[in-house]
């Protein structure tokens, strides 16, 4: 099992910049997060959850929606159990619940087994 916590949500203005974290415990004897491949996901109202970024378990393969790519940059600290996505050039359509996911066998950007609360990002004209 892996409890997800995200962070760094807010109110931004349009072209600003934005850091979310995703603070992982996994409880799963024998493993830790180096073993998860891990992703943000977001869902706006009213519109269908999407897959906006996934890393790999080292962070050798990195996956990105085309609409943020350029803009927004996933990462990931094994040491520190931590997931990011760095935001910049936000734009008032990324607005939307982001969601921190994980999951053991990777099968496909939208297939996870955890999820964090999410945590929500607003971005004004």
């Known amino acids: 099992q892996a409890q997800l916590v995200e962070s760094g949500g807010g109110l931004v203005q349009a072209g600003g910049s934005l850091r979310l974290s995703c603070a992982a415990s996994?409880?799963?004897?024998?493993?830790?997060?180096?073993?998860?491949?891990m992703a943000w996901l977001r869902q706006a109202p009213g519109k269908e959850r999407e897959f906006v970024a996934g890393?790999?378990?080292?962070?050798?393969?990195?996956d990105y929606t085309e609409s943020v790519k350029g803009r927004f940059t996933i990462s990931r600290d094994n040491a520190k159990s931590t997931l990011y996505l760095q935001m910049n050039a936000l734009r008032p359509e990324d607005t939307a619940v982001y969601y921190c996911?994980?999951?053991?066998?990777?099968?496909?950007?939208?297939?996870?087994?955890?999820w964090g609360q999410g945590t929500q990002v607003t971005v004004s004209l």
């Open positions: 996994v409880r799963t004897t024998g493993r830790t997060l180096s073993n998860y491949f």
């Open positions: 890393i790999s378990e080292t962070g050798g393969y990195i």
């Open positions: 996911a994980a999951t053991f066998y990777y099968s496909g950007r939208n297939s996870y087994d955890y």
